[in-house]
């Protein structure tokens, strides 16, 4: 269940509750907002479990790109090492070796950046969600009555 989707529930039930004559509260069944809060309590683990992953897709598709860059200085070398040895044209294949691994780290390391940017932006839109609906939940438990704020 989305979380979203629970607190606008909440709100819908803040909503439409009854007001308390001659004052700014209202009446809520308990048991609705408790059934409310059970199901967030429910929710959250997974949208944190969901960050998660995003965090281990960050560190599988790094490790990727960390063996892939060494895979390309591996055959890099390898190519460097033969045209010596079966060549002898030493400062072309050391060249084109620095080239390649030159090439590979920049390219891992572009790699690494966007994963990890990308990783900053859905941690950052799930922490204002979070922090959004924390506020709302503390909102709607505020206007209960005989409710004191626990933070």
Do not use: C, F, W
Not at 6 to 12: M, P, S, Y
Not at 50 to 76: F, G, N, P, W, Y
Not at 112 to 121: G, K, L, P
Not at 143 to 148: N, W
């Amino acid at each position: 269940m989305d979380i979203m989707y629970l607190v606008d529930r909440l709100e819908a039930l803040v909503n439409s509750s009854r007001r308390v004559p001659l004052s700014s509260r209202i009446m809520l069944e308990e048991e609705d907002v408790l059934a409310i809060v059970e199901q967030m309590r429910q929710t959250i683990p997974s949208e944190i479990k969901q960050a998660r992953r995003v965090l281990q897709d960050r560190e599988q598709i790094l490790k990727q790109a960390q063996s892939e860059a060494e895979k390309i200085v591996t055959m890099a070398r390898e190519r460097a090492e033969y045209m010596i040895n079966n060549e002898g044209i030493l400062n072309m294949a050391k060249e084109r070796g620095e080239q390649v691994l030159s090439d590979a780290q920049r390219d891992a390391q572009d790699t690494r950046s966007e994963i990890e940017q990308y990783a900053v932006e859905v941690l950052g839109t799930l922490e204002q969600q979070l922090q959004l609906q924390l506020h709302q939940v503390r909102n709607g438990l505020q206007e209960l009555p005989g409710h004191s704020p626990q933070r």
